[in-house]
């Protein structure tokens, strides 16, 4: 189970804790407010998500700095 597409556009925290007996979280920053998740389909599919972004979406080392540096110097011209 994947999350809907208009959840990958919200901002989301996977909380996780040391003790072994907590279950991780998600945290949920919304347009008219926040809210926590603890359903273990819920916090999964945001799970599977993150290490998704992480894993496969997320640009490369060289790219990265090379980006970085687009941005930088488009606000240094301003």
Same mark, same amino acid.
Do not use: C, Q
């Given at each position: 189970?994947? /999350? /809907?597409?208009?959840? +990958?556009? +919200?901002?989301?925290? $996977?909380? =996780?804790? /040391?003790? +072994?007996?907590?279950?991780?979280? $998600?945290?949920?920053? @919304?347009?008219?407010?926040? +809210?926590?998740?603890?359903?273990t @389909?819920? $916090?999964? =599919? ?9 894993? =496969?979406?997320?640009? !490369? @080392? ?7 540096? =687009?941005h930088?110097?488009?606000? !240094?011209? @301003?």
């Amino acid at each position: 189970m994947h /999350p /809907p597409d208009r959840y +990958r556009r +919200r901002t989301f925290v $996977v909380l =996780s804790f /040391p003790e +072994r007996w907590e279950h991780e979280i $998600v945290y949920l920053e @919304g347009l008219t407010g926040n +809210r926590f998740l603890e359903e273990t @389909g819920e $916090v999964h =599919s945001y799970s599977w998500l993150f290490n998704r972004l992480m894993m =496969s979406d997320s640009l !490369r @080392g060289a790219a990265s700095m090379k980006l970085i540096e =687009s941005h930088l110097n488009n606000y !240094r011209i @301003g």
